[in-house]
Each structure stands twice: as C-alpha cells, then as structure tokens.
C-alpha cells in the first residue's frame, strides 16, 4: 500500500486544475490520496466538477445541493481519504484499473435499497475441477464470500458439491496465494509486463507467431476458446498445447479408436439394471463425480422403491469410491482387468464364458457373475472404463456395450465439454529442439507434475522467454522469467462448461484480493489492441455470439445476458448426444494390449520375478497437487485411508505379508533407473502385486504450506503410459515414518454399526432396535418444532463433500499434522469407514457421525457446569463461556463425537484469513469442547423470520451445511414434529434405526440401512 503523509507546514499548494479535465482530476484524486480537494475549491461550482461526481461518486453527488458547501467538503474528505485506502496498489497499476476496464470500490454513503448490510447474498457461479464448471451458489455477507453451496437448478450438478468446492473458499483468502507480478523473482508489476512483452509481440506478428506456444489446462471456456482462435488469427503459427496431470486423454483415444471420433461418454444411470466398472471413476473425485453420484443415488433409491436394486459390479486394481460402494467387488492388477474384459466381450455375443485366461478362482467367479448378470439385463446394463485404464480397453468396454443393446440406451456419447489441443510431450519436443521462442503457460505447472521422461525442467532452460501465470509461486514460476498472479474463480468473470456441457458463468463475489488477472484478462494482453476486464471480454463475446445467432433485438440479447446471469448457467445449453458407429478396426480382437501369455495370472509371474506394477492415482484430497496448499484439504482425512498431511505407498495386505512390511516401514520403488521412496500402507482391497503412488506430494515450494509434505511420485511416470508402470522392485530401505491417521480401526468388532440389509429381507429383521418417537410435551413446548436428522447409508460415498462444508460454516479450525496424530483433530462431522470379509477382498461401508443430539444425553449428566445442555426445540448445545474444558462430556458420550480445543489455533491468523470466519458462528479460544449443532444459526435465522411474519417454518427451509454440500442427497434434517416433513417420512423408513440404540440415549439423528442385493442373486 502507498503510504499518504500530510503535507509538511509551508509546503506549496497544488497547481490549479482545468475544470474540464476530467482525467486530470481523477488523477489528482488517486496520486493525493484523498488531499485532492485542495484544489477542488477552485472548481467546486462548476458543471465539470459535478459531472466528475456524478462519475466517480455518484452517492456524494446527490449530496451537493442539498448541503452546506463547507459541510459537503468534511464529508468529501473523509470518504475520499477512505476510497484512498483500495489503492493498494503499485503507480503503473494504479491507472491500469481503468485501461484493463476494472472498477474500483469504495465504502457505502447510504444503505442499498436491494442489500441489507449484514445480511447473507446469494450469487450463482460456478467452481472449476480440472477444467470442468460445477454449479454452485456463493453466500455473501457484506461483500465477503464465506460459504460455497450447491445450485440446485444446475442440470448436471443438481445442487450436490464436492470436497474442492467447499474447500475453494480457503483458497481465496490464502495469504500465501500469489499476489504480484514477478520479474526474474523480484517484484515487479503489470505495466512492466505489458511493456516487455510489446517487443516479444511485435516479433511474433512480422513472422506469424513462429516460435510461440501456449500451454493451458482442459479449457471448456466458450469465451477463452474464441480467445484462443483470435490469437491464432493473429499469430497463424502459435500452437497451444493442453497439459493436466489428472488427465483424461486415454478416455477419449479409445472412442476415437471405436468410433472414429473423439467423444465423451454419458452415462444414463437411471435406465441401467447392471452395471460393471473396469476400475471406473463413477462415484470417484473428479469433474464428473457430483452429476454421475447424484443419477447413482437417484437410481438406487427408485430401485429400492421398486423392489428391483440396480447392481454394481466393479473391479479395480487398487480401491476408490466407486469399489467400495460396488456390491460386487474385486482387486485385480491391470493384465488380469483386460482378460475379464476379454471374457466379458466373448460373453456378450451369446456363448459360453471361457475363464481358462483367468487362474484366480476369485475373479472367474466375479467374471461369471458379472457376465450373466449383463446377459439378462441385455439394453439395460453399462460397462464404464475409467480413464486410467489403457485407450484399448475402453475400445473393449465400448464393443461390449454395443454387443448387448447398451448403446443408445444406457450410455450416449457428446462431443468433449473441453477442446482438444497438442500434447505436453509436443511441446517438450519442440523446447528440446530449441523451436520455442515464447513460452505462456496459464495455471499449470508442468515443472513439478510432467513425466520424468519429460524433462521439462532442463528444457525449460532452452526457451528464450517464458511466462507463467498461477494462483501460487510453485515450481514452474519459480522457473520462469515472468510469473502473472492469476486471479480466483471466486474474484473473476468467466464461464466454463460442465461435463455434460452446460455452459455456466462464473462471477465475481469479491474484487481480487491479491492484484491478480483471470486467464481471459492475461490472454487479452496477447489478443486485444487495448486490454479488457473480464465482464467486458466475457459480455462481449456473449451478446456477440447471440447477434450472430438470431436477430431479436439487443433487448432480447440482453435479458438472456441478465438471465444467464442470475441463473448461473445458460439454459439448454448441454451438448446434445450424437450417433455413434463402432468402426470394423475394433473388431479384430483386442484386449487390451495384453496376452493370455502362460496361463498364470500377473500377479504370479510378478512375485516370480521379485517385481511390482505401478500404479499412479491422484490423491482423494489435493488432486494432482492443485489443492496441496489449502488446510482444509490437507487435513481432510482420506475416504479409504484416513490419512491426513501425507501420502502413502499402497500395498495389499498380501504382499506386506511376502515382504514383512508394517505401516509405516518406508519403501524404495525403482524402475528404469529412477527411485521414489515413502511410507507404506496396508490396503485391503489392492490388488496383490499392485503398488500405488498417490500423486500432488513432495512439493518443492519453499515457505509454502505443501513443501516438504510426502513423497514426489512423479520421477517413475512416464508420458507414453501415466498411469501405470510393470516391471518395478520394491524392497525396504529399514526405516520408519509415523503416519497421521483419523481412524486406527476399521472392524466394527461383531457389533451391528453401519447396517446393511438385502433388498427382500423382511421389515421385522430390522426393527430390533426401535427408533425413539419425539416426546409430545417437548415437541408442543417448541412450538411444534422438533428438530432431528436421518442419513441414508445407502446413499452415501464416503466424499468427504459434508465434512468440509461442515468446516467452512463453523469455523473449525486446523490443528496440523502433530495434533492429528495425537488424535486432536477438530472435525465436528467424521465419516467412519469400516471393512467386513477378507482383508483382500473386503466390503467397505461408509457412516457419517455428527453429534446425535441425544434427547437423554450422558453429556449433560456429566458436564459439571452445565456447559452443555437441551434447548426448548431439543437440540443439545453448548454455552462456551460456561465450559471450563473438565472434557467429562466426552467421556459420556458413547458416540465420540466431541472434540476439546486444546490450543488457541485461531490465534496468529492473517487479516485475509479471518475476512472467511462466519460471523454467525463463534471462534473458539482454547480450552472448550466443540461438537455439532445441527448449525444452529442457520435454525435460529429461519426462526427470527417465522416470528417476524408469524408463520411456520416450511419444511426444507432449514438446511443444515452438510446437507446442502451432499452430491447424493443422503442427509435430511428437518422438524420430527411435522409428520408430513421428509425427515419424518424418513424416520418412518423400516430401514431406519438408531445407532446404538440398545443404550437407550435416544438419538435424534438416526440411519437409514444400506441395501445389498437380493439374497437369491437373481440380479447379480
């Protein structure tokens, strides 16, 4: 910030102003910062000087001829010295506000009519996960944004969120996240850039943009696409290159290779009876995740309505989401998944299952299974691959499909939400070569996640200038000449299109906290005469497009802006499903790229020979590192693992036995020369001779939060096969690593925790445990209100999508990683996972615990300050300034779901981290016990208006936050009183039951049993 002094006595008065010039005198304003109206009393009468008002201050304008003139220069000097205080900002880009068309913001004279202050604002946007848009409604208090929701009218998210939305808020106010220009790593700023960037531009327009190259993310922007076209135009030989660590090019090679055409598959869950994944992402993180888990749980319950369960069979060489929800499981490597896929192939034209090719027992009979299962559900079954699979396998998957009536059915096929553009390996190619003159990388970071093979680092050097622009100063801006601040989602105006390719807009909630520019911005740098804001690039290309398209007037133009707008999304604007023809050269027999060989299965040739298969994954909480500097995401345990601030070497529980390996012992993985090293973990359910390496650890970011955290695992890919890797030696090096974990047991000891019941067994097997009706007096004392909470274990993944929603509204602080381990975490929400059967072939459930605001709670018999207790609506609460920390509650709880705040962790925080606090929430010093409180705010807020308008409260008004981030809909909360309100019908459920129930606690937050399929198998 430029620091203002008072004028010294005697110093010299500034120069008059010419009435008329009007830049003059904005300029005066923003260099005097707040003293230029020393001069304005020469000018104040005149017209100039109003029209300068009505411009820059229009609330102050209206101020002038209805006050006294002396008393309209106090109040003129004390809100302009206050609009003084948002130049923070460096000269060259104090004016370049204007020129980039941005807006400046200054303080309120008078309240709003449309905003109350103080009151939350709700703005439909949208968060970006690998390129793709999710739809999500941003709430806004006094122009802060605190808290990410779904937006239910989204066409493909449907209201659900997943863990990065919630957590992208965090991000936003990160005050690590970048926040100038950097030169050579000194600062610098935005002018400076645009000035030596002119010669480079010039250069490039005389040859044609020989030598310039742009490396981007998956772009499924409309507007930064039709960016990129003009830059062509302007530069005919730029080439642009797309790089994701987490990418999904083998997706797409394989339609390609079936269909002749590069395609994204569409899943219609809702008409398929069976479904087989080959190691498929269906429930796991990413774009697709909330859209195809909320059709997953929809699908589940009209099956269960039904009586008729749509089943999941799911094979995979190490375990995800979409495995531990499968009701048929199986780990099995990657040669052994295309021999199943063979098999099933074989079995789709009509005969006989041959599972020589398959020597495991466990996977013939999963194959068998499986096969017969789709052959009687022939038009109504799916076989999905995932996108870590090889381009010849989803070859196999898309014959498959086709063979049995699937296509057209249960899958559909629409053109790529993203557009296609050359590889990182083209473009390390062509820096190898020394072909690349200027290098603009926008919100990559290739020298930290490219393939080893790659070499990007040494080739980074032959480059003669190279431009980065990110949210962090990570390694590739590190190794740049040029770094670009690049602006949040949550402080920028685009669009961006959803997996199904909804276009949906992105807008701002704040301005940018950090001086930094979205990608539309930077590439108006390179393409536009005169740089633009993002509203003017993104309302220019719009209306633009739409003038193109029709002839409706500008009025028409408009309101559909407006409406695209208030919506969060434009309508209709999903990709429309194309006719597909598997082409005769898949016919010929693939399989994957794999041989029936000896007849021995993989993982005995491989323990024969002393080596493992490689596998790499992106980790369940910071992707592919996108989210390593975000706390929220670091501590968020992980579904399978519980791991916190680390990663692990995954190995099945088999191959720990072979090689004597505990949790923990530290492992060295080689291959083709090169060695990564990190601490193991036993897996149930990984595939015997399966190691996987989690990716977006062994960060290299001095003073950032991620450095140091885990191991790289990058050094053993490779770009010709990202995903997997035969033919590596492990062996352990004699040391040891504690790792921080949440949950040390995951056997739920005989005891009948998280239930789970088959479809057609009788209502009377699960009434054992009756569910506490809600006691009269206490509903009538309340006033009818009664508030309780039922989650649907069927229907939950185990995302951790509620989990940090839960943080974000109330504000739970991080503890870090040597308090998790000391079992200190402050998560108010857990979900529990636990494993039943064979460690190598388990069933894994899923169980959310939040406090079960038990009506008879042992914690307020034992809290000896009465600290905790029942308000008159039943919810059990706490009053902090009561607690003296004695931590007794806790011991009385028999559900451990208290947490005691040991340290002071709000202590210290930077002012950008605390503008995310919810103001409705208190911030917990030391010392007190924390729990859930059914977000009592939010209650107390719906409470406030019924009294106002003396109404009920509707049902559905009262949402708690884990409820609202949940992509498959598995939490309802409501009033138990109100006996047509969904929770009650839910209570109603015979599948409903209380946890714990023999201990007489009554629960007000009970369960919904998962379902299994029917005990006959008749459906698989």
């Known amino acids: ?90 000269d060259d880009d104090a004016g370049s506000r204007t020129e980039d068309g941005r807006t400046e913001e200054v303080p309120f004279v008078r309240e709003p009519e449309h905003q109350k202050l103080g009151g939350l604002m709700r703005y439909n946007s949208g968060a970006l996960l690998d390129g793709h848009a999710n739809g999500v409604r941003v709430l806004v208090r006094d122009g802060r944004p605190l808290k990410i929701e779904g937006n239910p009218d989204h066409p493909w998210s449907l209201g659900g969120t997943d863990t990065f939305a919630q957590a992208s808020v965090l991000g936003l106010y990160d005050p690590y996240r970048s926040q100038a220009v950097l030169h050579q790593g000194r600062p610098s700023s935005w002018g400076a850039f645009r000035a030596a960037l002119a ?56 339609t390609q290779a079936a269909f002749g055409q590069r395609l994204e598959p569409r899943y219609h869950l809702d008409r398929a009876r069976v479904l087989v994944s080959l190691d498929g992402e269906l429930l796991d993180p990413g774009a697709a995740q909330i859209g195809q888990a909320r059709r997953w749980s929809d699908a589940r319950r009209a099956g269960i309505a039904a009586g008729r369960l749509p089943v999941l069979h799911a094979v995979a060489p190490t375990p995800g989401l979409t495995t531990a929800r499968a009701d048929h499981p199986l780990a099995a490597g990657q040669e052994a998944i295309a021999r199943i896929a063979a098999v099933l192939l074989a079995s789709a034209g009509g005969g006989t299952p041959d599972l020589s090719s398959l020597p495991d027992p466990a996977q013939a009979s999963w194959t068998r299974r499986a096969a017969a299962a789709l052959g009687r559900a022939r038009g109504e079954g799916l076989v999905i691959a995932g996108p870590a699979q090889p381009p010849a396998l989803h070859v196999l998957a898309h014959r498959i499909n086709g063979m049995l ?67 962090e100063v990570d390694e590739t801006a590190a190794r740049s000449h040029w770094h670009l601040p690049l602006a949040h989602p949550l402080e920028s105006w685009g669009d961006a299109r959803a997996v199904d390719g909804t276009v949906t807009a992105i807008q701002p909630t704040i301005a940018p906290l950090y001086n930094g520019r979205s990608m539309s911005e930077i590439l108006s740098v390179l393409a536009d005469a005169e740089p633009r804001g993002g509203l003017a690039i993104l309302r220019d290309h719009w209306l633009g497009r739409w003038r193109d398209e029709d002839d409706r007037g500008d009025a028409a133009r408009e309101g559909r802006w407006r409406e695209m707008l208030l919506r969060g999304f434009l309508p209709d604007a999903a990709l429309p499903e194309r006719p597909v023809t598997l082409r005769d050269a898949a016919a010929g027999g693939q399989t994957g790229g794999q041989t ?106 001095p003073d950032a939060l991620a450095d140091g955290l885990g191991y790289d695992a ?100 991080v503890v870090g990683k040597e308090e998790a381990a000391r079992g200190r975490d402050m998560h108010w929400l857990r979900i529990d996972r636990y494993y039943e059967g064979e460690p190598d ?111 009920p409260i509707p049902d559905g008004a009262v949402q708690t936050a884990c409820q609202t981030a949940c992509p498959t809909r598995a939490i309802t909360f409501g009033n138990l009183a109100d006996g047509n309100s969904a929770v009650a019908a839910r209570r109603r459920d015979a599948r409903n039951y209380a946890l714990l129930g023999e201990l007489g606690v009554k629960p007000r937050t009970t369960y919904l049993s998962a379902v299994t399929p029917p005990t006959g198998g008749a459906e698989g």
Not at 214 to 226: F, K, Q, R
Not at 728 to 747: F, I, K, M, N, P
């Open 1 to 90: 910030m430029r620091k203002v002094s008072p004028p010294s006595p005697g110093a010299a008065r500034p120069e008059p102003l010419d009435p008329g010039d009007l830049p003059a005198l904005r300029q005066r304003l923003r260099a005097d910062g707040g003293k230029a109206w020393r001069s304005f009393d020469q000018v104040a009468d005149t017209d100039a000087f109003r029209r300068f008002l009505q411009e820059e201050y229009p609330s102050a304008a209206r101020l002038v001829g209805s006050m006294e003139r002396r008393r309209f220069f106090r109040v003129m000097v004390a809100s302009l010295a206050l609009a003084g205080l948002g130049g923070c900002d460096d």
């Open 199 to 254: 010669g480079p531009l010039a250069a490039h327009a005389a040859d044609g943009g020989q030598g310039l190259h742009l490396l981007t993310p998956p772009v499924t922007s409309p507007t930064v696409l039709a960016q990129i076209e003009a830059l062509r135009r302007r530069f005919p030989a730029m080439r642009w290159h797309g790089w994701s660590a987490v990418s999904r090019d083998a997706l797409f090679a394989g």
């Open 405 to 471: 009536g699937n296509t057209g059915r249960t899958v559909g096929f629409t053109d790529p939400a993203a557009a296609p553009a050359e590889s990182l390996a083209a473009l390390a190619d062509s820096m190898d070569r020394g072909q690349v003159r200027t290098l603009l990388m926008l919100g990559v970071n290739p020298a930290y996640d490219a393939p080893a093979d790659l070499e990007f680092d040494r080739r980074l050097e032959r480059v003669g200038l190279t431009i980065h622009a990110g949210e």
């Open 841 to 951: 072939a388990p069933d894994t459930r899923f169980q959310p615990v939040p406090c079960m605001h038990c009506e008879d709670a042992p914690c307020e018999v034992g809290c000896p300050v009465e600290a905790t207790l029942h308000d008159h609506e039943g919810l059990n609460v706490m009053v902090y300034n009561r607690c003296v920390g004695t931590r007794a509650c806790s011991g009385y709880c028999p559900y451990k779901v208290r947490r005691f705040n040991w340290l002071d962790y709000s202590a210290g925080a930077s002012p950008t981290m605390q503008l995310q606090r919810n103001p409705d929430v208190t911030v917990r010093s030391a010392g007190v016990m924390e729990k859930c409180t059914y977000c009592v705010q939010r209650i107390a807020e719906a409470r406030i208006e019924s009294d106002r308008t003396n109404t």
């Open 596 to 701: 029936a060989g000896d007849g021995a299965s993989a993982e005995a040739r491989a323990a024969a020979a002393g080596t493992v298969e490689l596998l790499f994954r992106p980790d369940a909480g910071v992707r592919g590192g996108a989210g390593s500097n975000n706390a929220w995401l670091q501590e968020l345990p992980r579904p399978l693992t519980k791991l916190v601030w680390d990663n692990a070497v995954l190995v099945s529980p088999s191959l720990a036995e072979r090689e004597g390996l505990r949790t923990g012992d530290v492992v060295r993985l080689e291959r083709d020369g090169r060695a990564v090293e990190g601490p193991a973990w036993i897996m149930p359910g990984q595939a015997d001779a399966s190691v996987t390496l989690l990716l977006g650890y062994g960060r290299r970011m």
């Open 714 to 813: 990058t050094p053993l890919r490779r770009s010709d096969a990202p995903w997997s890797a035969a033919g590596a030696t492990l062996r352990r090096t004699g040391r040891r690593v504690e790792l921080a974990t949440t949950q040390d047991h995951g056997s739920m000891e005989g005891h009948d925790l998280a239930r789970a019941r088959p479809l057609d067994a009788p209502a009377a097997e699960t009434a054992a445990t009756p569910v506490p009706a809600v006691p009269a007096a206490e509903a009538g004392a309340a006033g009818d209100r009664a508030w309780g909470m039922v989650i649907d274990l069927d229907s939950c993944i185990g995302c951790n999508a509620c989990v940090v929603s839960c943080q974000a509204e109330n504000n739970i602080a």
